[in-house]
């Protein structure tokens, strides 16, 4: 691979894709923002990119680690208050953020700037229910 640029354009859109999905979580004040969501990207593109230009046949084996282990991250954000759960959402925004990363890694652009889009789509349906509950009461 070694394409010097094209490792640094898909570092630097995995901290983009991060950070927009992280921006969205800060912005309704959850607890993960754009930094973990940044990092987490970050860290799964690096990760491909590294087993790409050392170790390519292990690279299934590297994304199933990735994904088992980003679940330890998401579960922190995961708590219970009173007779609630807080944080699901989160906890899979930075699951996601963790394909998003691996996705721009291994260089499928479409798909991922797709399923980016997609993510902030999802994540505003949050403001449709609370703007239905306005309406109902």
């Keep these: 691979m070694t394409d010097y640029f094209e490792i640094i354009l898909r570092l630097v859109l995995a901290v983009v894709a991060g950070g927009l999905i992280g921006l969205e979580r800060r912005v309704v004040n959850k607890p993960a923002g754009v930094r973990t969501?940044?990092?987490?990207?970050?860290?799964?593109?690096l990760f491909v990119l590294i087993t790409l230009e050392t170790l390519p046949s292990e690279g299934g084996r590297i994304i199933a680690g990735?994904?088992?282990?980003?679940?330890?991250?998401?579960?922190?954000?995961i708590f219970?208050?009173?007779?609630?759960?807080?944080?699901?959402?989160?906890?899979?925004?930075?699951?996601?953020?963790?394909?998003?990363?691996?996705?721009?890694?291994?260089?499928?652009?479409?798909?991922?700037?797709?399923a980016v889009v997609l993510v902030l789509i999802i994540l505003q349906l949050n403001n449709l229910e609370h703007f239905g509950k306005k309406i109902v009461k």
């Design 37 to 45: 969501h940044m990092l987490v990207s970050l860290g799964s593109a």
């Design 66 to 77: 990735i994904a088992t282990g980003i679940g330890f991250l998401g579960a922190g954000t």
């Design 80 to 114: 219970q208050a009173k007779d609630a759960v807080h944080g699901l959402t989160t906890a899979a925004s930075i699951w996601v953020v963790a394909a998003v990363g691996l996705g721009i890694g291994l260089g499928h652009y479409l798909m991922t700037i797709t």
